[in-house]
């Protein structure tokens, strides 16, 4: 009722700005609140969150994925293009906090999409990011897989028993409850925060000289082969178009940084958590990518052989650019060291993308897009059918067990990658519709917990860099090549079919439920708020009686939160 009253007060006080339509679209009845039996428990502690955040923005693309970069552009060029694109992620995160903030709803940011936008784009939008790691997480355990075979050949032992063993053991933990997965992630991310941070240092050290080799290569590599290499021209044009093809890399290589707005329905406290996570998401970027593409391009030449060599393998410890600049120096004993962490990198993954899965068809069936069934939840508040549907989807790995299957699996993963992109463009398109909304309700940058440091402006920008890697993310499909000829249509398809499927998804929905816009002074920007700040207030009444703090909670503060 509070906010009924706080409703019609700001109602009466924007007469001059939309008069009764504002008023009209400030005091509609609040939405009922979900039934016990569909609600998700808060059990993600700050320092959850913070982590799930880290292990979100740091998988395989950075240890595997940066060297096909390099050897494709150059050191300058990767460089570049890992700080602009790392500038936009920033972007969307800054947008999806100050929303996660205001309303930190259970169906994350495909509710924001249908409350603020249309409804038409929160069914494609939820769709479609279901879609990509229902695919994603099968793609997953195959590379782990695959990365085992370092020490068990296929020909000892067939890699499905350990698409099975790994398969069992994420189901079971996203199972036991958002608690237990929130702590198995904790550890897992610093873990992953351990290996990265080892990893830039090794790399310091190797540039300045201190490898077997004593050779100190500071900025050797960038002079001789150089810091550009041309791509598919000569010139200019040629140095242009690498920087141009890195961004596409760079791109993928921070997908899953906005998980963080599916864990706001389970966080305790998002409020301050969501916040602090958004806000460390820039000195993450700085620190783990951009520092650690700096420095791989001064140990390891692009036209290195041994790099070139890496890139030919798919996964596992010979595929890491990392490896070949360890080679490159004279040690070779850390290879086995390090397959054991990117093994741990892909089995993080494959945790983390199952939880999305299951988190964002539950969204969608909460909202009712889906069958209702998939919005239940167990007395731990874990959705079981909804993670029992996403985890059938995860037996597609057992295609991967054929050799002949892998090219047409990896054609299907192309295919759905492009939702990525268009998950941050929705959330931008969200985050625009939002401002709009509460500037024409009355509702201030002084009245919200966070704002996204650069407003509006800076998620108009970010949608332009996006839209443009979306549509130009595939453009050497169009250049000559010995494998397809003049124009390479397998990849051409994979790569843009997204975009019609996607654009289909919300015309048809629209049309078919015959949805309309929403209009600024009608979003709903209240429903569910109470109930929320009711839980806030409980949460930090509970805090205030000085209870101990975790072991967790101490290695957190002592060992890991001094890095940002």
Not at 16 to 33: C, H, L, S, Y
Not at 134 to 141: A, C, E, K, R
Not at 500 to 510: A, Q, S
Request: proline share 4%; aromatic share 16%; net charge positive.
């Amino acid at each position: 009722m509070a906010i009924l009253d706080r409703r019609q007060s700001r109602s009466s006080n924007s007469l001059n700005n939309g008069g009764k339509k504002i008023e009209e679209a400030t005091v509609r009845p609040m939405a009922q609140d979900p039934p016990e039996d569909e609600r998700l428990h808060r059990g993600l502690k700050s320092r959850h969150v913070t982590m799930i955040a880290i292990g979100g923005a740091i998988g395989t693309g950075l240890i595997i994925g940066t060297g096909s970069a390099l050897a494709r552009a150059g050191p300058a060029a990767v460089l570049i293009s890992y700080t602009i694109v790392g500038f936009i992620v920033f972007l969307v995160m800054g947008a999806l906090g100050e929303m996660a903030t205001w309303i930190p709803i259970s169906s994350g940011f495909t509710g924001y999409a249908t409350r603020f936008v249309d409804p038409a784009l929160g069914f494609a939008l939820g769709y479609t990011y279901w879609f990509k790691y229902i695919i994603v997480t099968p793609n997953q355990l195959t590379a782990a897989a695959l990365v085992i075979q370092y020490w068990c050949p296929r020909e000892k032992v067939n890699p499905g028993v350990f698409i099975a063993i790994f398969l069992v053991t994420i189901v079971f933990i996203n199972y036991f409850g958002i608690r237990f997965f929130g702590e198995f992630e904790f550890w897992l991310s610093s873990i992953k925060v351990t290996v990265i941070v080892g990893l830039i240092l090794l790399s310091l050290i190797l540039a300045l000289g201190g490898g077997p080799d004593h050779d100190r290569k500071g900025f050797r590599y960038w002079k001789n082969p150089g810091a550009f290499k041309e791509y598919i021209m000569e010139g200019n044009a040629g140095r242009f178009l690498a920087i141009w093809s890195t961004f596409v890399t760079a791109t993928f290589a921070y997908l899953g940084t906005e998980l963080v707005g599916v864990t706001v329905g389970e966080a305790q406290n998002p409020r301050k958590t969501i916040p602090r996570a958004i806000k460390l998401t820039f000195y993450r970027i700085l620190f783990f990518y951009v520092l650690s593409v700096f420095l791989l391009g001064m140990i390891v030449p692009y036209n290195s052989p041994k790099l070139v060599q890496a890139n030919k393998n798919p996964t596992g410890a010979s595929a890491s650019p990392f490896v070949a600049a360890l080679l490159v120096s004279g040690i070779k004993t850390l290879p086995g060291l390090l397959n054991g962490c990117i093994l741990l990198f892909v089995f993080s993954a494959s945790n983390s993308d199952l939880y999305i899965a299951s988190r964002t068809i539950y969204g969608l069936a909460a909202e009712g897009k889906a069958p209702r069934i998939l919005a239940r939840t167990d007395s731990r508040g874990v959705p079981i059918y909804a993670l029992g549907l996403s985890s059938a989807f995860a037996l597609l790995a057992f295609m991967n067990v054929a050799n002949e299957s892998k090219v047409v699996f990896g054609y299907f993963v192309n295919l759905v990658t492009i939702f990525g992109i268009l998950t941050w463009i929705s959330i931008l398109v969200s985050h625009i519709y939002f401002v709009r909304a509460r500037k024409a309700q009355g509702i201030y940058n002084h009245e919200l917990v966070y704002t996204a440091p650069f407003g509006i402006w800076g998620s108009y920008g970010a949608l332009f860099m996006c839209i443009l890697i979306a549509i130009f993310k595939n453009f050497n499909v169009f250049v000559y090549s010995k494998s397809y000829g003049k124009f390479d249509y397998k990849n051409f398809i994979t790569g843009y079919l997204g975009i019609p499927l996607y654009l289909i998804m919300i015309v048809g929905y629209k049309f078919w439920m015959k949805t309309e816009g929403v209009k600024p002074a009608f979003a709903d920007l209240y429903s569910d708020k109470q109930r929320i700040d009711d839980e806030e207030a409980e949460f930090l009444a509970r805090e205030s009686s000085g209870k101990g703090q975790t072991r967790g909670s101490w290695y957190y503060r002592h060992f890991v939160s001094w890095l940002f």
